[in-house]
C-alpha cells in the first residue's frame, strides 16, 4: 500500500517543455528524496530535503529544481527538458527516527 | 569511504536455489544496513534490515549476514522461487549532525530465478 504517491506515471514531452514532476506523502515524514534511476539500474541522489524550506543537491548533478514548501509535498521540476533527462525519477521519504525509506512508484520521463 | 561496494551485477538461479548477494563498506560509521527489493515499474521497497550489533537476522526466506571486522555483509535468499525475481540493492547510513542520515545504496543486483 503506496503512502507515498508520485505522479504521472508516464510522461512524453518534446524538448524545451517545462515539467513538473509531483510527490506527495501522507505520513508526515520530515525527510524527502529524488533519486534519478537509469535503465543499469543504479540509483543516483538528485536533491533532498530535511524538512520544509530545507532542499540540497544530491550526489549527482541534476538541471532540475525542488521545493519544500509543505511537509508532504516535493515536487521537481525542469525548466527546458532535453533528452539528457529521460530517465526515472523516484521520490523518497523517511521519518526523523526511522532509517527506512519508503519510495514512490516513479515516474518515467521521456524527453522527445 | 562513503561507497557501498555490491556485487554480483546480475545473478541467474534456479527454482529452489540459493542466492547470494555480497555488499562491503569502508565507513565504520555505518550503523543501519538495510536490503531494498524492486520490481520493474516499482520502486524500491524495503525487504530487510541489520544493525551491527547483530551478525544474522533472518525473516522468512531471507537471512541478513553480518561481518563487522570486515565490513562485508550479504542477503541470501533460500528456496529461491521466481517470484524473487528482481533487482536488489543494499544500502548503508549513519546518523550525522543529528537526525540527517542519508542512505548510501549499493548499485543493484539484477536476480532472474529460472524456473
Known amino acids: 500500500e503506496a503512502d507515498i504517491y508520485q505522479t504521472p506515471r508516464y510522461l512524453v514531452i518534446g524538448t524545451g517543455k517545462k515539467i513538473t514532476l509531483e510527490c506527495s506523502q501522507t505520513m508526515g515524514h520530515d525527510k524527502m528524496y529524488w533519486y534519478q534511476q537509469d535503465p543499469g539500474m543504479e540509483l543516483h541522489l538528485i536533491h533532498y530535503s530535511y524538512g520544509v524550506n530545507s532542499t540540497e543537491k544530491g550526489d549527482l548533478s541534476s538541471e532540475s529544481t525542488v521545493s519544500r514548501i509543505r511537509t508532504e509535498h516535493f515536487p521537481l521540476t525542469l525548466e527546458s527538458a532535453r533528452p539528457s533527462h529521460t530517465s526515472q525519477y523516484l521520490c523518497?521519504?523517511?521519518?526523523?527516527?526511522?532509517?527506512?525509506?519508503?519510495f514512490g512508484s516513479g515516474t518515467r520521463l521521456t524527453v522527445v | 569511504q562513503q561507497q557501498v561496494k555490491q556485487s554480483p551485477q546480475s545473478l541467474i538461479v534456479q527454482k529452489g536455489g540459493i542466492s547470494i548477494i555480497n555488499c562491503a563498506y569502508e565507513n565504520t560509521a555505518f550503523d543501519y544496513f538495510p536490503w531494498y527489493q524492486q520490481f520493474p515499474g516499482k520502486g524500491p521497497a524495503l525487504l530487510i534490515a541489520?544493525?551491527?550489533?547483530?551478525s544474522e537476522k533472518k525473516e522468512g526466506r531471507f537471512t541478513i549476514s553480518f561481518n563487522k571486522s570486515a565490513k562485508q555483509f550479504s542477503l541470501h535468499i533460500m528456496d529461491s522461487q521466481p517470484g524473487d525475481s528482481a533487482t536488489y540493492f543494499c544500502a548503508a547510513s549513519m546518523a550525522y549532525g543529528g537526525a540527517t542520515n542519508k542512505l548510501i545504496f549499493g548499485t543493484g543486483t539484477l536476480l532472474a530465478v529460472q524456473p
Open positions: 541489520i544493525r551491527p550489533d547483530v
Open positions: 523518497a521519504s523517511s521519518d526523523v527516527r526511522d532509517y527506512g525509506y519508503t
